[in-house]
């Protein structure tokens, strides 16, 4: 299970919500999981705009190798 938000003053992080997004978004100083619902991507782990970025970066790294 992947945790979110570990650091010195959390060590045990937040675990993971199997419900949403399971890309990580930083706010500042910190991160979480993404609070968007889960349904695109590969298996179905990422909310449409993280799929979408996720695509993108697929397609800048394979024209580069």
């Known amino acids: 299970m992947r945790r979110y938000n570990k650091w010195a003053g959390n060590p045990l992080g937040t675990p993971e919500d199997p419900t949403r997004c399971i890309a990580e978004v930083w ?10 619902k889960r349904g695109h991507g590969p298996n179905a782990e990422y909310c449409k705009q993280h799929a979408k970025k996720l695509r993108e970066y697929d397609k800048i790294f394979n024209s580069c190798v």
Do not use: E, M
Request: a positive charge.
């Open 27 to 36: 706010d500042g100083w910190f991160s979480h999981q993404c609070k968007r």
